[in-house]
């Protein structure tokens, strides 16, 4: 896929992806000669977690959901079981923790990596290693959005480019000054990667083209610069959740128990 500049393609020659596989030497042997530098490789996290060993039985599913849980954002009963939205290890927020069984063997359901940005370092800098090009690595991962129906993918880990572009203090074409656009170039590049990999046509990772002028330093922040502070999260809970806290809140300052009054008085703690 080509668009302005901006080319994106696939990398055959993948099978399944083993515990203590080499990722960087099927990348590099799937690439050939077809990388350049200032392109950015994008690798689906399900082979970095099957190369680093993150399974679990299937039947631990829902213990391994809890187990990788810091913080439950929302759950929701419905026929076949409960939806847990969640806070990870990683800072993430996702469905189930990010466990997944698809494309998974069976029996077996995929935990993410442990650090995201710390694979995708190890890639770039043994990639950058072996091919003697400035390359930038992101490892994605597919999740629901807010007020958005589908699923698309974004970046959980990110080596050797800049996650964010900061646009802010720089004018728009009406010559407007922008104070508060910074753009999730890594979330939108993981998007653009997931058009030409697909869910089921085996192809987990693509390479992006054109955007060398993000591509920098090792060094450079990772995929976590791209989770909002909880300070600054003004939707950390789902409604029922931010409910029942501020009605317990309200309950703890000493409003009558069961009264109208002492409702709104916990749903406007909630809301503060």
């Not at 530098?37 to 391994?64: H, L, N, P």
């Not at 993918?153 to 964010?164: H, K, M, P, T, Y």
Request: aromatic letters at 4%; proline letters at 3%; a negative charge.
């Amino acid at each position: 896929m080509e668009l302005f500049g901006l080319k994106v393609f696939t990398l055959g020659g993948f099978g399944e992806i083993q515990a203590g596989d080499d990722l960087v030497g099927l990348i590099a042997e799937a690439a050939q000669s077809r990388l350049l530098d200032g392109d950015i490789v994008a690798v689906t996290s399900k082979i970095v977690s099957k190369a680093e060993g993150r399974v679990v039985a299937a039947m631990d599913r829902e213990q391994a959901i809890t187990d990788e849980t810091v913080r439950v954002v929302a759950s929701r009963a419905y026929p076949g079981g409960v939806t847990r939205i969640v806070e990870n290890r990683q800072g993430l927020v996702m469905a189930a923790a990010g466990v997944d069984t698809s494309n998974a063997p069976d029996g077996v359901v995929l935990l993410l990596p442990v650090d995201p940005d710390s694979s995708a370092r190890i890639i770039c800098a043994a990639l950058r290693e072996r091919t003697g090009l400035r390359l930038g690595v992101l490892v994605t991962d597919t999740a629901g959005r807010p007020w958005r129906e589908g699923q698309t993918d974004l970046a959980i880990g990110a080596a050797g480019f800049a996650v964010l572009d900061d646009l802010r203090g720089t004018t728009d074409t009406s010559g407007r000054r922008l104070d508060v656009t910074v753009a999730a170039v890594a979330d939108e590049i993981a998007a653009a990667a997931d058009l030409v990999k697909g869910k089921t046509s085996g192809n987990p990772v693509a390479v992006v083209r054109g955007l060398g002028r993000l591509v920098g330093d090792l060094a450079l922040p990772g995929a976590r610069a791209l989770q909002r502070p909880s300070d600054s999260d003004m939707f950390r809970l789902g409604t029922a959740e931010a409910c029942a806290e501020g009605y317990a809140e309200g309950y703890a300052e000493g409003y009558a128990e069961g009264h109208a009054e002492g409702y709104a008085a916990g749903l406007a703690a909630g809301r503060a």
